[in-house]
């Protein structure tokens, strides 16, 4: 995703095994998608990694210096592009747990409102 029109993700690491039964999606999605992925995000720099005997993953480098790897083991070719796609569309930052579902700087000295109430 671009953050005031900048793109967010740097590079995005292709990592896979040539024997691996485990690999087989993501050497198809190299295949036949990933050329295709390149040239739509020309802003992308897009590396593949010959890793024997692991297990294929995606691991993006975000300009805000994060990093998000992403297993995809014994995934379909389309199910590989939609991770990378989601990385691409990704800001790079951590997810933080809300304490609540209301969040503001003011909260009500009355209490939160909820549908609960009695009139």
Same mark, same amino acid.
């Given at each position: 995703?671009?953050? =005031?029109?900048?793109?967010?993700?740097?590079?995005?690491? /292709? *990592?896979? $095994?040539?024997?691996?039964? *485990? *690999? =087989?999606?993501?050497?198809? #999605?190299?295949? @036949?998608?990933?050329? %295709? #992925?390149?040239?739509?995000?020309?802003?992308?720099? /897009? /590396?593949?990694?010959?890793?024997?005997?692991?297990?294929?993953? &995606?691991?993006?480098?975000?300009?805000?210096?994060?990093?998000?790897?992403? $297993?995809?083991?014994?995934?379909?070719?389309?199910? %590989?592009?939609?991770?990378?796609?989601? &990385?691409?569309?990704? &800001?790079?930052?951590? /997810?933080?747990?809300? =304490?609540?579902?209301? %969040?503001?700087? =003011?909260? @009500?000295?009355?209490?939160?409102?909820?549908?609960?109430?009695?009139?």
């Amino acid at each position: 995703m671009a953050l =005031r029109g900048v793109w967010q993700l740097k590079k995005l690491i /292709v *990592s896979y $095994c040539d024997w691996g039964g *485990s *690999s =087989r999606g993501i050497r198809a #999605f190299m295949e @036949s998608e990933l050329p %295709v #992925f390149k040239e739509k995000n020309p802003q992308l720099e /897009v /590396v593949t990694e010959l890793i024997r005997g692991q297990h294929p993953h &995606l691991k993006a480098f975000y300009k805000n210096k994060n990093e998000r790897v992403i $297993c995809v083991k014994n995934m379909d070719p389309e199910d %590989v592009l939609h991770h990378a796609t989601r &990385l691409r569309n990704a &800001l790079g930052r951590k /997810v933080i747990k809300l =304490r609540t579902r209301h %969040v503001t700087k =003011r909260p @009500s000295v009355q209490g939160t409102w909820t549908t609960a109430l009695p009139f």
